[in-house]
């Protein structure tokens, strides 16, 4: 069974690091955002079962003002353990990148690679710390948005034609991030926790939808 106690200190500490870094490396470059009801997300997705969600403390809410969070750690039938991390704000500054707050907690982190979760663009790392051991992490947005322009020009236009077409709705943005401990079955864990995540988030996204 994986090292749960790694779990929780992945939680908002991390979210409250990050309003402290380097402003240009911690903020994500989405636009303007319309936070989605994360309180709503289901506690059992499939397999997996959720634990009580972590609390938020108050100095993160008061730095994160606009931000809502939801976080808990989910456990499969053969006891393997995911922390899923929700976040959704209606400003944009009030996100962060994993990159940047990671760092600010004293984890190294190697192997950071791109990768996709449902035809969106995600990043996949690992995040070591002396004492604390080693962890995979898998975050992406989602949403109705178009994502940051990529730097080669040709997909840039791809990028604004794509803004275009989806502008009624790029106010929209939601955040999920996933840790787990190193493990050999950390791969498998992941794909699966990750495939239970579709539909569930897909209704998220649709629920937010509507007025705010």
């Not at 690679?113 to 975050?139: C, F, I, N, P, W």
């Not at 947005?141 to 236009?157: E, F, I, M, S």
Request: hydrophobic share 40%; glycine share 8%.
């Amino acid at each position: 069974m994986p090292n749960n106690a790694l779990l929780p200190l992945m939680g908002c500490a991390l979210v409250l690091s990050a309003v402290g870094a380097d402003y240009g490396l911690g903020r994500l470059d989405v636009p303007k955002p319309r936070r989605l009801p994360v309180e709503t997300f289901p506690a059992v997705i499939g397999p997996w079962k959720g634990g009580p969600v972590q609390e938020v403390g108050d100095d993160i809410q008061k730095r994160l003002p606009t931000a809502k969070i939801v976080e808990r750690v989910y456990t499969d039938p053969t006891g393997q353990q995911v922390d899923l991390m929700l976040l959704t704000a209606t400003e944009d500054e009030d996100m962060h990148s994993p990159k940047a707050c990671f760092p600010s907690q004293g984890w190294t982190l190697s192997d950071v690679k791109d990768t996709r979760v449902d035809d969106q663009q995600a990043t996949r790392m690992t995040a070591d710390m002396d004492g604390r051991g080693r962890l995979s992490v898998l975050y992406w947005l989602t949403g109705y948005y178009p994502p940051a322009p990529p730097r080669n020009a040709l997909l840039q236009k791809a990028s604004v034609w794509r803004k275009h077409f989806m502008g009624a709705h790029s106010n929209m943005s939601l955040f999920v991030r996933i840790t787990a401990p190193e493990t050999p079955l950390t791969d498998k864990a992941l794909a699966s926790f990750t495939a239970s995540l579709h539909d569930p988030l897909k209704a998220l996204v649709a629920a937010g939808a509507g007025p705010s």
